[in-house]
């Protein structure tokens, strides 16, 4: 995928955010069974210490609001979101600070470490496998030493109702987003929201690209599982941990 395209890609998403970012967050209120699944798993961990939580596309701030509802006492929760509608949003949900930042920028705007960094909902929207795997990579480098990584991936793909959403790249033809499917990779696709007059670009993972993007960062400490959706596998859930600091 060249550079032109990944703009086009990029700035068809923010346009659809801006127009649609109000109505997203709003109807985007409860949160996922899997992070009640996630939730189990790491605060289970034999010395695991939920502190810190960096959640990165965080946008209207229910991952944090959940994660907070959770924990016996109050979290460092810090919050990136590049859509000023969603950030608004988050404001109501207690963090400690809340960032607009571009997670395709070449690094991340921050510099500590954190006991859980979460990406929910955001490799979908990461056009090109390099990109998505330079944000896994800048991701796993804000996790402290015995942290985790979160990661979900959406299978659109493998579910029929939202197959339904699908539309040709055809309808992007004459817009200032219109591009060259031959540069697009496997998996990539024009989705519609509510009416279908606003579209976003998404891209579907299969086993094979998740398996290779996970193994790209430097732990095999791999949990895994799906969840949520009305089939209970709607997104595929990825717990990295970063090995602890010797002793």
Known sequence: MNAATIAKLRALNAHFYREAGLSFGQRRQSPWTGWKTTWQRVSSRPGFLMDGVLDLGCGNGRLGAFLNA?????????????????????????????????????????????????????????????????????????????????????????????????????????????????????????????????????????????????QSLPSSDVDEFDADGREGNLNHYVLVWKPAESS
């Open 70 to 214: 959770q924990s016996s006492q109050p979290l460092r929760w810090i919050g990136v979101e590049q859509s000023w509608s969603l950030l608004k949003q988050a404001q109501r949900a207690g963090s400690d600070a809340l960032i607009r930042a571009d997670l395709m920028a070449p690094s991340l705007p921050l510099h500590g470490h954190f006991s859980l960094v979460a990406l929910c909902a955001v490799l979908h929207h990461v056009p090109s496998r390099r990109l998505r795997r330079r944000l896994l990579a800048a991701a796993f480098d804000q996790v402290r030493p015995g942290g985790v990584l979160l990661v979900t991936f959406w299978r659109f793909l493998d579910c029929e109702r939202q197959r339904s959403k699908i539309r040709p790249w055809s309808l992007l033809q004459g817009t200032p987003w219109e591009i060259d499917p031959a540069q697009l990779e496997s998996g990539d696709r024009l989705l519609s929201w509510e009416t279908g007059e606003i579209l976003r670009y998404c891209h579907g993972s299969d086993a094979t690209e998740r398996k290779e993007l996970i």
